[in-house]
């Protein structure tokens, strides 16, 4: 059975926003381009899905745009070939190597995990809390970064019951980031 990953960026007063000032750094941007590269596949709501393709799907010309750094173009790579699962009741239709979710998406996620490979990546805010909420989510990274936002989206917020997690992994960057790897901790 595939893990279901979920990564993300957060503050540290728990602001889960892409404008909250966490934008990676080189030394970051190579932390999530491995993330990105050990997923078979991305599963993405709408708002996420449109997010990421907007900034990361490969333009028609064939050629990254200039505002891209070359330490970005490996993440770009990896997240443009990767196949995409996208949650959404308002789209007709996806493309960018993309199929739309419909139907009960527990059951979906849960037959995409029982396929064989090295894992699924979630991303976003809404989808994953109702992820965690069904228990679906096997690992979490939460990397977070030493700015208090002071408002916007929070990091699961919501969540009907707590998730008891525990630590597997920890790892410091230069900038004062930290990404936090937990796996939910067993029944007790």
Same mark, same amino acid.
């Given at each position: 059975?595939?893990?279901?990953? !979920? ?13 909250? &000032? ?7 941007? @190579? ?13 993405? @709501?709408?708002?996420? !899905? ?51 979710? #419909? &139907? ?14 090295? &894992? ?14 069904? &228990? ?15 408002? @916007? ?6 969540? #009907? ?14 900038? @004062? ?10 029944? #007790?």
């Amino acid at each position: 059975m595939r893990p279901l990953r !979920y990564a993300i960026n957060v503050t540290l007063d728990g602001c889960v926003h892409h404008e909250a &000032g966490v934008a990676p750094d080189e030394e970051l941007m @190579g932390f999530w381009t491995a993330e990105m590269q050990r997923a078979d596949a991305v599963i993405y @709501g709408r708002t996420t !899905y449109e997010m990421m393709e907007g900034a990361w799907r490969l333009p028609a010309s064939g050629v990254w745009p200039d505002w891209m750094d070359a330490w970005e173009v490996p993440f770009a790579e990896a997240i443009d070939r990767v196949p995409k699962h996208v949650v959404s009741s308002m789209l007709s239709a996806v493309d960018w190597n993309a199929e739309l979710i #419909s &139907g009960d998406v527990g059951e979906v996620v849960r037959a995409l995990k029982e396929q064989p490979g090295e &894992g699924l990546s979630v991303g976003g805010v809404t989808l994953p809390l109702a992820l965690a909420e069904l &228990g679906l989510i096997d690992e979490f990274t939460f990397v977070v970064h030493p700015v208090i936002a002071g408002h @916007g989206p929070r990091l699961l917020d919501g969540l #009907s019951e707590r998730i008891r997690l525990e630590l597997v992994d920890r790892r410091e960057f230069r900038s @004062g980031a930290v990404a936090h790897v937990y796996r939910p901790a067993p029944a #007790s």
